[in-house]
């Protein structure tokens, strides 16, 4: 049996015909993977399955990923997020590390423009769908533990209390936003943790949106603890909540590049 491989046409135009057709004739395929988008296991023998394939600069790494998560593409990243990336797909990363994001936690991850100093700004504001736990701790509300470590475990990575809205938030070094053909796919952090927030499918952003981000190259990205922001159906409201989130001190945030656009 074949494995069930999507391989798509850019994918097949930078690996080359012969590499495509040993991955679909099962040479150099694997049996199971753990998904490049939700990082759950999947299986090439039971499941359709994208190749999806992470180019930097000087090298690329074949990944994989459930079909029902993302279609097999390309998706252009910087050499040192590659490295970072080839880390999380093979899992090398202890759970626990230090360091690490609250990666088991769900991040609810919205969109918006923001209009700071006359300008429209391109903003994600993140908020968790529940208290975050630092890993290896108790979660928060079991035993013995009832705090939510989400904004203290942001500030240790460099995110500010934001204090005026109406200023852009600081940059925060080797951090960025992965947009890719039109769509979000993850916030990369630096060094060999790979994504810290990764779209379980991409997120389809708007187009105002992306004009905004096509001439900043940049995101304002915000994020506030679980119950803070909630879900704003429209952009004015989602200032309002992120104006309340600012005056009772509990928004952080950092100005990120794109990357791989
Ligand atoms: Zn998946």
């Known amino acids: 049996m074949p494995p069930m491989l999507d391989v798509s046409d850019e994918v097949r135009a930078e690996i080359g015909d012969e590499e495509a057709a040993?991955?679909?004739?099962?040479?150099?395929?694997?049996?199971?993977?753990d998904c490049t988008s939700c990082r759950t296991p999947g299986d090439t023998s039971t499941e359709r399955t994208s190749t999806v394939l992470f180019v930097g600069e000087e090298t690329a790494v074949l990944a994989f990923a459930h079909a029902t998560c993302i279609p097999s593409q390309v998706v252009p990243v910087s050499e040192e997020q590659l490295q970072g990336a080839v880390e999380s797909i093979s899992g090398s990363q202890a759970p626990g590390a230090a360091g690490a994001a609250p990666r088991q936690a769900v991040l609810g991850i919205t969109c918006g423009l923001i209009l700071i100093k006359d300008q429209v700004c391109p903003a994600l504001v993140i908020e968790p769908t529940g208290p975050i736990a630092r890993p290896g701790e108790n979660s928060p509300g079991g035993p013995g533990g009832f705090g939510d470590d989400f904004l203290p475990i942001l500030m240790e990575q460099g995110f500010v209390p934001v204090g005026d809205l109406s200023a852009p938030p600081a940059p925060l070094p080797g951090w960025?936003?992965?947009l890719a053909m039109g769509q979000?796919?993850?916030?990369?952090?630096?060094?060999?943790?790979?994504?810290?927030?990764?779209?379980?499918?991409?997120?389809?952003?708007?187009?105002?949106?992306?004009?905004?981000?096509?001439?900043?190259?940049?995101?304002?990205v915000y994020a506030a603890p679980h119950g803070t922001i909630g879900q704003q159906p429209r952009e004015d409201l989602l200032r309002e909540a992120?104006?309340?989130?600012c005056g009772r001190g509990v928004l952080v945030a950092a100005t990120m590049p794109l990357s791989g656009t």
């Open 22 to 33: 040993r991955l679909l004739a099962g040479d150099s395929a694997p049996g199971t993977y």
């Open 176 to 178: 960025s936003v992965l």
């Open 184 to 220: 979000l796919h993850a916030i990369l952090q630096p060094g060999t943790a790979g994504a810290w927030w990764q779209a379980h499918q991409p997120l389809a952003v708007s187009e105002g949106w992306r004009a905004a981000v096509n001439k900043s190259n940049e995101v304002y």
């Open 242 to 245: 992120l104006e309340r989130a």
